[in-house]
């Protein structure tokens, strides 16, 4: 079973940086492609970045050149580096994982969500 723990939320002023973690309890991260989600108060979950387990990496148009995603599969671990956060940041994200899961029928893609962390940017 796999279980995602998102840290590193909280609440900056514009212009300003957070790191967001995540890491994975169970086996098999280094298989996993991951990604970044971000939903704000009465919108849908939208995508903010990915990067998959051969190190493809891909950005929402909205973060390109200020957020950068990164992994360390030692560690079980997935990063968002946050900087110059504006206000249209705010929300709360969540961490995702692509994983290959063997069943009868063949291999397929479970995946799994953490229970997001809260970033709040203020002006």
């Known amino acids: 079973q796999v279980q995602l723990v998102e840290s590193g939320g909280g609440s900056v002023q514009a212009g300003g940086s957070l790191k967001l973690s995540c890491v994975m309890f169970?086996?098999?991260?280094?298989?996993?492609?991951m990604g970044w989600y971000r939903q704000a108060p009465g919108k849908e979950r939208d995508l903010v970045s990915t990067?998959?387990?051969?190190?493809?990496?891909d950005y929402a148009d909205s973060v390109k050149g200020r957020f950068t995603i990164s992994r360390d599969n030692a560690k079980n671990t997935l990063y968002l580096q946050m900087n110059s956060l504006k206000t249209e940041d705010t929300a709360v994200y969540y961490c995702?994982?692509?994983?290959?899961?063997?069943?009868?029928?063949?291999?397929?893609?479970?995946?799994?969500w953490g229970q997001g962390t809260q970033v709040t940017v203020s002006s």
């Open positions: 990067l998959s387990k051969i190190g493809r990496t």
């Open positions: 995702a994982a692509d994983c290959p899961q063997w069943a009868t029928t063949g291999w397929r893609t479970v995946k799994y």
């Open positions: 169970g086996t098999g991260f280094s298989n996993c492609g």
